[in-house]
C-alpha cells in the first residue's frame, strides 16, 4: 500500500530523495542535473519584495547554474501565485542595481493533487494535464529567440491526456494511483526513480513518526474542509434569508443558493 502523495509528508519524502529528485527531473524537464543537497521549506534572506514566499522543495545543481523548485498544492490556486514564485526565483538573483545578470537557469514543477477550478479570460475552463511557460522572446513570425531556459511546469493528474508523453505519464499515474488506488496501483517500475519513490512511500517503509505526522496532516484537512463547508453554507444561508425578507419564492432562493427547499422553510420558520 502506498502513502498518499497528496499528503506533504509523504510527499517531501519521496521528493527529497537525491535518486527520485534527478529521476523526476530528467522526465518532466528533460535535463540531467547532479545535485546533493535538497531543501525544504526554503526561504531567502533578504527578502524578495515585500513577500517572504517559502519554497516547497528546492536544490541548486552542483555547478550553481540550475536552480529548481517542486511545489505541491492539494488545493487549487489563481496562476498569479505559480507566476509570482517562479519570476522571485529569477529576481532574487539579482544582488546589486548595476547587476542584472541572471547567472542561474530556473525551473519551477507545480503538481496540483486537485482539478482546476480556474478558467482562462474568456471564460473557458482550464482542463489540460500539462502546462508550460517558457521565458524567450519571439518574433512577430513567431520565431523564438533563446535568450533564457526559464521554464514553468504545471501537472495535473486529474486530466489525463493521450498525447502526454510517456516519461511524464509514469509520474502523474504514480501521484494519481498513490492517492485514489494506493493498494493496488498499476506504475511503471522499470523507471529508477519511480521504483525508489514507491519504496521510499510504501507504508510499511514509514516510520512511526512519519504515520503520526502524516496521519495528522490528513485530519487538519479534514477539519480545514469541514471548516471550509460550513461556511459555505452560512453564506448560502444568509443570502436566502436576504431572499425571504425581500419576499422571494422557495423555488427562486433554491435556484440561487443551491439549498433544498426543506430549508429554505427551516430558515423561513426561523424568522
Known amino acids: 500500500m502506498l502513502g498518499n502523495l497528496d499528503n506533504e509528508v509523504i510527499f517531501k519524502k519521496a521528493f527529497t530523495n537525491i535518486t527520485v529528485f534527478k529521476a523526476f527531473v530528467r522526465d518532466i524537464l528533460g535535463i540531467e542535473v547532479e545535485v546533493d543537497i535538497i531543501e525544504t521549506e526554503k526561504r531567502f534572506e533578504p527578502r524578495v519584495g515585500h513577500v517572504n514566499f517559502k519554497l516547497d522543495i528546492f536544490a541548486e545543481t552542483t555547478d550553481k547554474r540550475v536552480c529548481i523548485e517542486i511545489q505541491r498544492v492539494e488545493y487549487d490556486h489563481h496562476f498569479d501565485r505559480f507566476l509570482h514564485y517562479f519570476l522571485m526565483l529569477i529576481a532574487e538573483q539579482q544582488k546589486s542595481s548595476k547587476e542584472y545578470d541572471i547567472e542561474r537557469t530556473v525551473y519551477v514543477i507545480v503538481v496540483l493533487t486537485a482539478p482546476y477550478k480556474i478558467n482562462e479570460k474568456n471564460g473557458k475552463p482550464i482542463l489540460d494535464?500539462?502546462?508550460?511557460?517558457?521565458?524567450?522572446?519571439?518574433?512577430?513570425?513567431?520565431?523564438?529567440?533563446e535568450l533564457y531556459g526559464h521554464q514553468f511546469v504545471c501537472l495535473n493528474p486529474n486530466r489525463p491526456n493521450n498525447e502526454t508523453p510517456k516519461q511524464i505519464r509514469d509520474w502523474l499515474d504514480l501521484i494519481y494511483q498513490s492517492i485514489y488506488s494506493p493498494e493496488r496501483p498499476v506504475l511503471n517500475l522499470q523507471n529508477d526513480g519511480i521504483k525508489k519513490a514507491v519504496?521510499?512511500?510504501?507504508?510499511?517503509?514509514?516510520?512511526?513518526?512519519?504515520?503520526?505526522?502524516?496521519?495528522?496532516?490528513?485530519?487538519?484537512?479534514?477539519?480545514?474542509?469541514k471548516t471550509e463547508f460550513y461556511a459555505k453554507q452560512e453564506e448560502k444561508n444568509d443570502i436566502a434569508l436576504r431572499l425571504i425578507e425581500e419576499g422571494s419564492s422557495n423555488e427562486f432562493i433554491a435556484r440561487i443558493t443551491g439549498l433544498t427547499v426543506e430549508r429554505i422553510q427551516e430558515l423561513r420558520m426561523g424568522i
Open 199 to 225: 519504496e521510499l512511500i510504501s507504508f510499511e517503509n514509514l516510520t512511526p513518526e512519519e504515520r503520526e505526522i502524516s496521519k495528522n496532516k490528513e485530519a487538519a484537512k479534514v477539519t480545514l474542509a
Open 129 to 145: 494535464e500539462v502546462l508550460l511557460l517558457k521565458l524567450n522572446p519571439q518574433t512577430l513570425l513567431g520565431e523564438i529567440r
